[in-house]
Nanobody
Framework: VQLQASGGGLVQAGGSLRLSCPDS??????VSWFRQAPGKDREFVAA????????IYADYAKGRFTISRDNRNLTVYLRMNSLKPEDTAVYYC?????????????????WGQGTLVTVSS
């Protein structure tokens, strides 16, 4: 599974970005976004089942971030609104083979290159 996150960049606080992550189309059960800020551990952002029937978010992401998937082009998106300086991080997409949805990075089998999001104050 080829995963390559894109769409990061520099944005002012309060702004929006949409991250994209196309994959090769192999069957996976769930996809997710994680992030890692400088000097911090990787943390969960959002996840959804491949069918789209269940979505979960980190508390800080609820109401601001939306995970979605386009079935036509097999791309997973993370729409981020009302961005804050503390959202600055490298964002990664990941995919899981086994059934179920998880907030734990170790439960995901495939990872892509991250994309840097920088939010200025």
């Amino acid at each position: 599974v080829q995963l390559q996150a894109s769409g990061g960049g520099l944005v002012q606080a309060g702004g929006s970005l949409r991250l994209s992550c196309p994959d090769s189309g192999r069957i996976v059960s769930a996809v997710s976004w994680f992030r890692q800020a400088p000097g911090k551990d990787r943390e969960f952002v959002a996840a959804m089942t491949w069918r789209g029937d269940r979505k979960i978010y980190a508390d800080y992401a609820k109401g601001r971030f939306t995970i979605s998937r386009d079935n036509r082009n097999l791309t997973v998106y993370l729409r981020m609104n009302s961005l804050k300086p503390e959202d600055t991080a490298v964002y990664y997409c990941a995919a899981r083979r086994l059934s179920g949805i998880s907030t734990t990075s170790n439960d995901y089998d495939y990872w892509g290159q991250g994309t840097l999001v920088t939010v200025s104050s």
